[in-house]
């Protein structure tokens, strides 16, 4: 067990939907990191929050939105969602970022029918 | 930027019999160097990590050496397990936070 939480496990919704998904960081880690993984475009970085504040971009969409909050969990919006979105979205935090090792939480699978 | 490159899988082998994957990084600075391992619907989990050129990481039989001349940070295990049979991640973080990972290699180990 990471020490890093998601909710829901699985999510099943329909194109055009609007889903969140939670993450509660390790107890003391200040960074959290969204990634997403799928078959064909592997494990690929989305966003980064530093105690609140957006610190790194990756290949996330625009359609697609993220916040941390005071208490340090973070939400993950994806909206208006297409067939191409199913994939396992993982959470992952560190005491601060840069080279930190990154503890992953166990995925949240959506699959948009 | 910054990438890497691992070995294609999958790799089947037999218990006790040894594990190697290859893994080559690109970066512009000078990362950390981590090998996660994904069981069977499951998240990842950090498996070992170097920090700097020559460091040594291990965990669970498994070692890796960061070797800057060479740009790489082959995964060994002497003898593997049932248990063993997972999905393993290379992956490097630098300076720009986040982490960047290898296609992953399925490692089946048969009884």
């Known amino acids: 067990d990471s020490g890093v939480t998601q909710t829901p496990k699985h999510l099943i919704t329909a194109t055009g939907q609007r889903v969140t998904l939670r993450c509660s960081p390790r107890s003391g880690d200040l960074s959290v990191y969204w990634y997403q993984q799928s078959l064909d475009q592997g494990l690929q970085f989305l966003i980064q929050?530093?105690?609140?504040?957006?610190?790194a971009k990756g290949n996330i969409l625009e359609r697609f939105s993220a916040q941390q909050f005071p208490d340090l969990h973070s939400e993950l919006n994806l909206s208006s969602l297409e067939l191409g979105d199913s994939a396992l979205y993982f959470c992952a935090s560190s005491v601060v970022g840069g080279k930190d090792e990154q503890f992953f939480g166990p995925g949240t699978r959506l699959t948009v029918l | 930027g910054n990438s890497v490159t691992q070995m294609e899988g999958p790799v089947t082998l037999s218990e006790e019999a040894f594990l190697t994957i290859n893994c080559t990084y690109t970066a512009t600075g000078y990362p950390s160097l981590f090998w996660y391992v994904q069981y069977p619907g499951e998240g990842l989990q950090l498996l070992l990590k170097?920090?700097?050129?020559?460091d040594k990481g291990s965990n669970k039989g498994f070692e890796a050496t960061y070797r800057k001349e060479t740009t790489s940070f082959h995964l060994e295990k002497g003898s593997v397990q049932v248990s063993d049979s997972a999905v393993y991640f290379c992956?490097?973080?630098?300076?720009?936070?986040?982490?960047?990972f290898g296609a992953g290699t399925t490692v089946t180990v048969r009884a």
């Open positions: 992956a490097l973080s630098d300076a720009d936070y986040k982490l960047s």
């Open positions: 929050y530093y105690n609140g504040e957006e610190r």
């Open positions: 170097a920090t700097k050129a020559d």
